[in-house]
């Protein structure tokens, strides 16, 4: 008997009933066909009935009866709260693989060949394991399932094949920008450390222990968390005794928790846990984190962050329905139609609300070109924003809820729906009617409840914004987006972390070998030392604008640079040999310290002739890759406390790249130079092609013009024309006498 239908009027009892009137109406009537029609009654859900009942060791049995089919599905689901998995993240995940990798009394292939042979299929996850089977075959299947669920052995050989497997995923996971949102996307949204934020990776893959994964099933997967779901041809009395024949004596022995004084509680054979607590909410600035994949083309932008939104909760319905309208699905809702219909930008962009009774969470997502990556960030964010503040048209909410119900009908046609529904109920704490009654409250969302789930849920002000793509690209273009200080925009690796650039070590080789290779490489030291003075003139391009650069270096470490925007001075700076100034659009400033420190080391054509009289040391951190070129990076430190990193090509020994932190204007600035195109002058390769990006004018694109080298500048072209520093006289401080009368007179 199907018990899952819709109930409507038949349409054709209403053609036969009606027809005498309907034909001479319809000769005659005028049809507004600018209006939609009005919908009709929300029609009656019959969902059926299921039965449920408790085995004396508290497992629930629920028995939904389907005779359509001579087929039973069985699942046994337990209901576990979140707990971060902190240096062992991927233990669930691996445990729930190894449910199947053989039991205690049945080895994984005589396990696989029994499933087989049944013609029976077996999934198994982290909360449990459903099969489905013929019912003719069901006896012979529930050993399997009881033994699955109870007694797995969790082979050690099957543990390090299941982590081979893990680990390649984690690394095809650095391929595919997809997966990185993803992955990182949670992680940023929840928090690292919650449950629903860590990163699996290959060192936290590493680290997991058998003993681990099995003290994680005896933890939890227990009589009093679980149920047993029978759906399909069988009676709610066969599913009794099923029940009580394959898990009603299953008693397994007491796991206790120690609660640390830290709040952090120890299981035993996994060590310190903690579990959600209470979910975390929308809040701090909007932020913009990237995750770094240099020359894409496209970039994978997400726009998010966690709610306090439970399935139970009366504004879930609401939220759904306001999700839909935005981008939950439909081709018309509001994103879609902004960033693919409108601008072309992408194929497609979704939104997803989902409501959790531990933590919600909402997000966009869209796969955009490079080149529109900020302008898709802002028009998400408008969207998001006009939802709170304009109610929906009649037709978009009308869409909106034909498009849920249509979903929520289709559903209906599978019998494991209702108990989905079922388990569901109980696991939520629903109300008993909560899906019977689904489309009547469908039917009841109006435009002004839309709008209040927007301004309860969307909180576009809080959100955490990542992109995958081209940092090159897209850092400038990003920053105007963040509301956060120091970084603007934080950089963070394929696993969500701060990115921190990891390095191979280069036995028996030193920074001063690095270095001294390089000095060859672009001709000698002896060719270099030739050059007693330069001029460099220099085509850039900073933004739309473009500019003329002209430096010159003098002797004793002198240098002179003026930056032009056709006629007028945009940017001069000079280092006379001891006093350094910088003149531009905000006035004169003398450069001292680290400004001053850095000049008088980069003043010198060939600053790395000069390192012994400016830098303090020179540590070789080790080899990286630059795109697929292997490059050494040296760090240089100042004698004034900062610090540069210079990249050497490993193969040419030439300077490929240099970074350096800058405190500007009240923010900090990781600033990236490249250089190319190596060309010489007078026996020294200089290079034609530098650019700059991460300062505080954007990217800058220059190209070397024309150097002459010993023309004899003369040290007067180097003044800074500052005033001359007030030196005052000291004066010895006169003491007091505290015994010393006052003027005019004794004490009284």
């Given at each position: 008997?199907?018990?899952?239908?819709?109930?409507?009027?038949?349409?054709?009892?209403?053609?036969?009933?009606?027809?005498?009137?309907?034909?001479?109406?319809?000769?005659?009537?005028?049809?507004?066909?600018?209006?939609?029609?009005?919908?009709?009654p929300a029609p009656v859900v019959n969902l059926g009935e299921h039965e449920i009942f408790t085995l004396s060791n508290g497992m629930r049995v629920i028995v939904v009866e389907n005779h359509k089919l001579p087929m039973v599905g069985v699942q046994v689901r337990f209901d576990i709260p979140p707990m971060s998995q902190g240096g062992q993240t991927g233990l669930i995940d691996l445990m729930g693989e190894l449910l199947a990798a053989g039991t205690a009394d049945m080895p994984k292939a005589r396990l696989d060949r029994t499933v087989d042979m049944l013609g029976a299929h077996l999934y198994t996850s982290p909360e449990g394991v459903y099969a489905t089977v013929l019912k003719s075959n069901l006896g012979a299947l529930m050993p399997v399932v009881s033994g699955v669920v109870k007694t797995p052995a969790f082979p050690a050989d099957e543990l390090e094949k299941a982590r081979t497997r893990a680990i390649s995923e984690v690394r095809q996971r650095q391929d595919d920008a997809s997966a990185i949102a993803e992955a990182v996307g949670r992680s940023v949204v929840f928090g690292r450390a919650h449950p629903y934020g860590e990163v699996v990776t290959e060192k936290s893959l590493s680290g997991i222990q058998q003993k681990a994964i099995v003290a994680y099933h005896a933890?939890?997967?227990?009589?009093?968390?679980?149920?047993l779901v029978f759906v399909g041809d069988i009676t709610a009395k066969e599913a009794k005794t099923i029940a009580k024949d394959h898990f009603g004596d299953w008693k397994p022995a007491q796991k206790y928790t120690v609660v640390n004084e830290d709040g952090t509680q120890t299981i035993d054979g996994i060590g310190p846990?903690?579990?959600?607590?209470?979910?975390?909410?929308?809040?701090?600035?909007?932020?913009?984190?990237?995750?770094?994949?240099?020359?894409?083309?496209?970039?994978?932008?997400?726009?998010?962050?966690?709610?306090?939104?439970?399935?139970?909760?009366?504004?879930?319905?609401?939220?759904?329905?306001m999700n839909t309208i935005l981008g939950g699905g439909v081709f018309n809702a509001r994103l879609m139609q902004n960033l693919r219909?409108?601008?072309?930008?992408?194929?497609?962009?979704?939104?997803?609300?989902?409501?959790?009774?531990?933590?919600?969470?909402?997000?966009?997502?869209?796969?955009?070109?490079?080149?529109?990556?900020?302008?898709?960030?802002?028009?998400?964010?408008?969207?998001?924003?006009r939802m709170r503040m304009k109610p929906v048209t009649d037709e978009e909410l009308a869409l909106a809820k034909s498009y849920m119900a249509g979903s929520f009908g289709r559903s209906l046609e599978d019998p494991r729906t209702i108990a989905r529904f079922a388990l569901n109920t109980y696991l939520n704490d629903l109300p008993k009617d909560h899906y019977a009654t689904y489309l009547k409250r469908l039917e009841a969302v109006t435009a002004a409840d839309v709008q209040a789930a927007a301004e309860a849920f969307l909180h576009p002000d809080n959100a955490v914004i990542l992109v995958v793509g081209d940092k090159r690209e897209l850092l400038p273009r990003l920053e105007p987006l963040s509301w956060s200080t120091n970084p603007k925009v934080m950089e963070l690796d394929h696993n969500g972390a701060m990115y921190v650039?990891?390095?191979?070590?280069?036995?028996?080789?030193?920074?001063?070998?690095?270095?001294?290779?390089?000095?060859?490489?672009?001709?000698?030291?002896?060719?270099?030392?030739?050059?007693?003075?330069?001029?460099?003139?220099?085509?850039?391009?900073?933004g739309a604008t473009p500019l003329t650069i002209t430096q010159w270096y003098g002797t004793g470490g002198r240098f002179r640079s003026e930056a032009k925007s056709g006629d007028l001075v945009v940017q001069e700076s000079a280092f006379d040999g001891e006093r350094a100034m910088r003149r531009d659009g905000q006035g004169v400033m003398e450069l001292e310290d680290m400004d001053l420190a850095e000049m008088q080391l980069n003043g010198h054509p060939v600053p790395e002739l000069h390192y012994a009289d400016h830098v303090e040391r020179t540590v070789l951190a080790g080899r990286t890759h630059i795109g697929d070129r292997p490059v050494l990076k040296v760090l240089i430190s100042l004698f004034t406390g900062g610090s540069v990193g210079d990249y050497f090509d490993e193969e040419t020994g030439l300077r490929v790249r240099r970074t350096e932190e800058r405190y500007l204007n009240g923010r900090s600035y990781q600033i990236t130079t490249?250089?190319?195109?190596?060309?010489?002058?007078?026996?020294?390769?200089?290079?034609?092609?530098?650019?700059?990006?991460?300062?505080?004018?954007?990217e800058v694109e220059m190209k070397v013009t024309n150097i002459a080298v010993n023309t004899g500048l003369k040290p007067e072209l180097f003044a800074t024309h500052l005033p001359e520093?007030?030196?005052?006289?000291?004066?010895?401080?006169?003491?007091?006498?505290?015994?010393?009368?006052p003027p005019g007179g004794k004490d009284e």
């Open positions: 008997m199907n018990r899952f239908n819709i109930h409507r009027p038949s349409t054709r009892a209403l053609l036969t009933l009606g027809g005498a009137l309907i034909v001479p109406f319809m000769m005659h009537a005028q049809i507004d066909r600018t209006k939609a029609p009005s919908p009709g933890k939890f997967f227990r009589p009093e968390h679980g149920y846990v903690r579990f959600l607590e209470q979910p975390v909410v929308a809040k701090g600035p909007r932020r913009v984190m990237i995750v770094d994949r240099p020359g894409a083309a496209q970039s994978v932008i997400r726009v998010g962050f966690p709610l306090n939104l439970q399935p139970k909760d009366l504004r879930s319905m609401s939220a759904q329905v219909e409108d601008k072309g930008w992408t194929y497609g962009t979704y939104s997803t609300l989902d409501p959790d009774r531990f933590n919600g969470h909402f997000h966009t997502s869209a796969n955009v070109r490079t080149a529109v990556t900020d302008s898709a960030i802002a028009e998400t964010l408008k969207e998001i924003e650039e990891q390095f191979e070590p280069v036995p028996g080789k030193t920074a001063a070998d690095v270095i001294d290779a390089y000095l060859t490489a672009i001709g000698g030291k002896a060719a270099a030392g030739r050059i007693n003075d330069m001029r460099m003139e220099i085509s850039a391009t900073m490249d250089y190319d195109d190596y060309k010489p002058v007078d026996g020294v390769l200089f290079p034609r092609l530098i650019s700059q990006y991460g300062g505080p004018s954007g520093r007030k030196v005052e006289e000291y004066k010895e401080p006169i003491e007091e006498n505290p015994y010393e009368q």
